[in-house]
């Protein structure tokens, strides 16, 4: 059985005495005075209790996992096999059905269940046996019979409930105690209604063999339930999946309409469909609507008919934690009088409400809290679930965080004692050094590469360097550095699993959580100036007139950064102000005559890499490279370091520069992974989107008389270069931002599964850290800034890319790098160090970083707008200048218009029509009213006209004035609402649009934010002040440490608030 890489103790017929036998894996404690056998009920139904670690010395038998796998789904069966694998929790794995003396045959006539209690008895008596019966063992299960028959049959071995362990032996755990009530009265609540109910609410689904067949047949379609969160209640589709996708003729997914057609099924689940007869398909509608309520009252036709079905049976179920909001003391006493079952409301809107049984519901509406689903019958209209834990307050910072990374399923616990005796030690008492031995294996860079580094000011984490010298044939060396991360993570090591695990470092608005230990992401394998560290480098050979690539050599060195420049002073090197000399900080010790040989060197070295990027870059464009670019602005502070502006700012060149280095080199280790082990290699594959989805974005152009040919990159790029309005700018920008969201998402895939002509690489997010729309807030003790980042989109043109650059930040790039040392060992005919992936192995690691990958980009685009809520919440609309803004249309519905807010870069819905029927109607002033009346959609442009006759008629690209609010909500997340006040640009005097500067968020909220969270922080470091203060500094990075890199956030090009009204 798989545990991603866990080492098994496996025994055949071991007759050592149990305190020599070889140690395989990871071991038990040797201060337990007993080991747990937990039975295979017990941990399908208490494994969130068996996750804690006070309770240690537990056994999990190959038995019960197996059971776990087969019955509860894969999440459930990742949990286990993640908390196996945890180095903080007292757990191992016994393949009892491996080892000769422990497996017991099934019996004829025998049920299954049977036979597994008996299995994992028989294990757990010969394992007392196996430690010479020093070791009492304690089997928990809920076999009541297994109890009285095994209960007193082997002295030394107990089989008690697992309510009888807690009891007797953790009887002070209350958490436990809570949980395991919790969970028992929700099973008990579900026998009874089982046993009450008679009729059914939804039909029962099919047995799995008849969904096989009929999946293998083609009656029945397999896909992934998509509920949509704006109308919840009603619309959910069903994308198609696995050998549905190749072998149906469907080319959109299938509709499933309401919740009786959803069939019990649950946001995420895999599901099996059958589809209607034609004559029953339903549209989806096309309005824009906040929630079901509205939506239903809307009245709006829906667009076409599509593809619908209905759910017959689930295959997978991928329930998860799910945070929820009690009801309100009004709403329990509206709910009945049996106030212990209580509904529920999940924040997010995709999930239905969840019963659960408890008597606190008053004390905790007030807080957001964590529940579990145990079952959904189909004699039940809602999920039956139990409570789990409490976050924190609705509304309070550090509770919405919270809720952020549950949502998101995104653990954030500190790194272990075990992980951390992995680490390096960079003390002043004990400094690292390079190692003579690798100092025989290295190419030492130290002393003939003009080796630096170019980062946003503040940048603790370098991760690349870039050197560029000439040879002594007049040709050019290009050198792109990245920090050696694999030659401290050894694979498979205890901080290798958990980095596998994390995947990915997650960037909130306010901090980061590393995948790695900060001993090593911003110090030992931080390319730090002035100081010795490993890299892994390529170099390229190039034509000293064409900048052609003559030769290129991969390997390991040592290097030693002379510079840790920031984009700006780069940026003012390259344009010749070399003034800005006296804000480097390794020129300030220089003698004249010194500085000025250094200072003609970097500047020249800035400039020719410079000039290498922009050829680059050429040659990418004649192969149809695709540049779609996001919102640019700066971030002004105020003396008391308060935001007082934000201002669009264009990029700078040495940002491509750059960039155009790290796709060089990310392409070139691509090539060269896959050639030496072309069907275990890991790339990325962005295919082409569809071109249905760029409908839109041609007819927004054809608004503005611009033609946009979609058939390749090349004839986008070409077409969006073309599509310039000289008198508004936005208008390109706008479109280039409807590319971006045309696009279908890079992926990581293993090159053995699939063709070599599905490589291509259709576009990439490059990350430039410079200052864009995402604000990212940065709490340090005595100040708070903001950083804002752009997302630059790129559509590279090339047949094989993979991430190589950012291994501190990125697993992905860890397992190239491993695959880059082995490619180069095999050349070498040297033997390769480390297993490497199989195909089938690396093809699931890469779904895990997908998915790591893709909650990372929802838990910091939610954070994003929680902060930026924060900051509207205390105003008043009606009277804060800050809350007036500029907008531009770029969509069309039936009842509003999409606006885009350049000020903000905030995309968001704006209603024509309100909840009381009521339309927009505009005056002489231009100022507007609700009125009496209708509205009419064309093709470009809405008409709202009133009973008066009086009309008013809103184009694609008008600019208007906007108010934003906030929409607050005690459930759910709060909202920003956009809502047109004039059909008039907003006028800012003696100021150009694009170049507005009107103090934004100059905040108390600001403030108050800041005085929140150190107060947080002083109570935090009160409660761990007994923590050795080496391993606070290098376990867990949050709140205070300064960041300044966003990694492959594409959809955050804009803050697209639009997603909140059901577009």
Not at 60 to 69: I, K, L
Not at 181 to 207: A, C, F
Not at 256 to 284: Q, Y
Request: overall charge negative; glycine content about 4%.
């Amino acid at each position: 059985m798989d545990l991603g890489g866990q080492s098994l103790l496996i025994l055949d017929s071991c007759a050592q005495p149990f305190f020599t036998c070889r140690p395989d894996g990871k071991l038990l404690s040797s201060d337990v005075t007993h080991y747990v056998i937990p039975d295979w009920k017990v941990v399908q139904d208490y494994l969130e209790i068996l996750e804690f670690p006070e309770l240690k010395g537990i056994i999990f038998m190959q038995t019960a996992c197996q059971a776990v796998q087969h019955q509860r789904g894969r999440r459930q069966y990742n949990k286990l096999r993640n908390l196996l694998k945890d180095a903080r929790h007292d757990c191992i794995l016994f393949a009892n059905e491996f080892q000769q003396c422990c497996y017991l045959p099934r019996e004829g006539g025998e049920s299954m269940e049977k036979w597994q209690t008996r299995s994992i008895y028989n294990a757990a008596v010969w394992y007392y046996h196996h430690c010479q019966d020093r070791m009492p063992i304690v089997m928990v299960t809920e076999d009541e019979e297994a109890i009285q028959q095994y209960g007193s049959e082997t002295e030394g071995v107990f089989v008690i409930s697992f309510k009888n362990y807690l009891d007797n032996f953790w009887p002070d755990l209350k958490a436990a105690h809570e949980l395991c009530d919790s969970i028992l009265q929700s099973r008990r609540e579900r026998e009874n209604e089982s046993q009450e109910s008679h009729g059914k609410e939804y039909p029962e689904h099919l047995p799995l063999e008849v969904l096989e067949a009929g999946i293998k047949s083609g009656r029945y379609i397999q896909g992934i339930l998509n509920v949509n969160k704006h109308r919840a209640q009603i619309e959910a589709f069903v994308r198609l999946q696995g050998a549905s996708s190749k072998d149906s003729d469907l080319v959109s997914d299938i509709l499933i309409h309401g919740m009786k057609a959803r069939n019990r099924s649950i946001h995420g689940d895999v599901v099996v469909v059958e589809l209607l007869p034609k004559n029953e398909w339903k549209g989806r509608t096309v309005a824009l609507c906040e929630n079901d309520c509205d939506d239903k009252a809307s009245g709006e036709s829906p667009s076409e008919p599509m593809p619908t079905g209905r759910v017959v049976g689930i295959l997978q179920k991928n329930w998860r934690d799910y945070v929820v909001t009690f009801p309100s003391k009004e709403e329990v006493q509206s709910q009945g009088k049996n106030a212990q079952k209580i509904l529920v409301t999940p924040w997010d809107y995709r999930i239905p409400k969840i019963r659960i049984s408890t008597q606190q519901a008053e004390t905790l509406q007030d807080f957001r809290v964590v529940v579990r689903i145990d079952s959904w019958e189909s004699t039940s209209v809602y999920p039956n679930g139990h409570f789990v834990r409490v976050l924190g307050r609705i509304g309070d910072l550090e509770g919405e965080i919270a809720t952020i990374l549950v949502e998101n399923s995104i653990s954030v616990i500190p790194f272990s004692e075990a992980q951390m005796c992995e680490m390096p030690v960079n003390t002043q008492e004990n400094p690292w050094k390079v190692s003579p031995e690798e100092e025989q294996k290295r190419k030492d860079l130290r002393k003939s590469h003009l080796v630096f580094s170019i980062d946003p000011k503040g940048c603790e984490d370098v991760d690349d360097t870039l050197s560029v010298r000439t040879l002594n044939n007049g040709n050019l060396e290009l050198g792109v550095h990245i920090a050696d991360v694999t030659h401290f993570v050894a694979p498979n090591s205890y901080i290798d699993i958990e980095a596998r695990t994390r995947a990915t470092t997650y960037y909130l608005a306010d901090r980061r959580y590393d995948m790695l230990p900060s001993v090593l992401s911003a110090d030992l394998c931080s390319l730090l100036g002035g100081v010795d560290r490993y890299a892994v480098s390529i170099m390229w050979e190039l034509d000293k007139a064409s900048y052609e690539i003559k030769k290129v050599w991969y390997g390991r060195t040592i290097i030693r950064s002379a510079y840790k420049l920031f984009y700006e002073a780069a940026q003012e090197l390259l344009d010749g102000n070399l003034s800005v000399v006296d804000d480097i900080p390794e020129f300030k010790d220089l003698d004249e005559k010194s500085r000025q040989a250094k200072l003609e060197e970097l500047v020249w070295a800035i400039g020719k890499l410079t000039d290498i990027a922009r050829h680059v870059r050429a040659k990418r464009d004649g192969c149809g490279a695709l540049e779609l670019e996001g919102v640019e602005v700066r971030v002004q502070l105020d003396d008391k370091k308060n935001i007082h502006d934000l201002i669009p700012k264009q990029p700078l060149e040495v940002h491509e520069t750059v960039a155009e280095c790290m796709i060089l080199a990310n392409h070139w280790v691509a090539k060269k992974i896959w050639e030496s082990f072309p069907h275990q290699a890991l790339l990325r594959q962005h295919p082409p989107p569809h071109q249905e989805f760029f409908s839109e974005l041609r007819e927004c152009a054809k608004a503005k008389g611009f033609f946009i040919d979609t058939r390749s990159n090349k004839t986008l790029a070409d077409s969006l270069d073309n599509a310039n309005d000289p008198h508004d700018p936005i208008v390109n920008r706008l479109l280039r931002s409807m590319a971006t969201q045309a696009m279908s998402n890079a992926l990581y895939f293993s090159t053995g599964s699939c063709a070599e002509e599905e490589f291509h690489h259709y576009g990439e997010s490059y990350h430039i850290p410079v200052c864009g729309c995402n604000f990212v807030l940065v709490i340090l003790k005595e100040f708070l800034f903001i950083l804002i980042f752009c997302f630059l989109f790129e559509g590279l043109a090339l047949d094989k890319y993979t991430h190589f650059t950012s291994p501190i930040r990125r697993y992905s790039d860890i397992v190239v790098h491993r695959l880059l040392m082995a490619a180069i060992s095999k050349d070498k005919k040297m033997e390769i160090k480390g297993n490497l992936f199989s195909n089938k192995d690396l093809e699931e690691l890469c779904r895990h970083i997908n998915n790591r990958n893709r909650a990372a980009q929802h838990s910091q685009k939610q954070s994003t707008e929680l902060f930026q809520c924060m900051y509207f919440k205390d105003k008043d609309p009606a009277t804060e200048e800050r809350c007036i803004s500029d907008g531009v249309i770029y969509s069309i519905r039936t009842n509003g218009v999409l606006l885009f807010i350049p000020r903000f870069g905030i995309k968001g819905a704006a209603y024509l029509k309100n909840k009381d029927g009521l339309v927009i109607s505009c005056g002489p002033d231009s100022c507007s009213e609700w009125k009496p009346g209708s509205l009419q959609r064309f093709q470009n442009k809405i008409t709202s006209t009133t009973t008066d006759g009086e009309s008013v008629t809103f184009h694609l690209f008008d600019h208007v004035t906007v108010r934003i609010s906030i929409q607050a909500s005690r459930c759910h997340s709060d909202t920003i609402r956009l809502e047109i006040i004039s059909n008039k640009p907003y006028k800012i005097p003696n100021t150009e649009l694009i170049h507005q500067s009107s103090p934004l968020l100059k905040s108390e909220l600001v403030k108050e934010v800041t005085k929140s969270v150190e107060e947080a922080q002083l109570a935090q470091e009160v409660k761990v002040n007994i923590i050795q203060e080496e391993y606070q500094e290098y376990c867990q990075t949050k709140g205070t440490s300064l960041y300044t890199l966003l990694e492959e956030i594409r959809d955050l090009a804009l803050l697209d608030v639009s997603n909140n009204y059901g577009i």
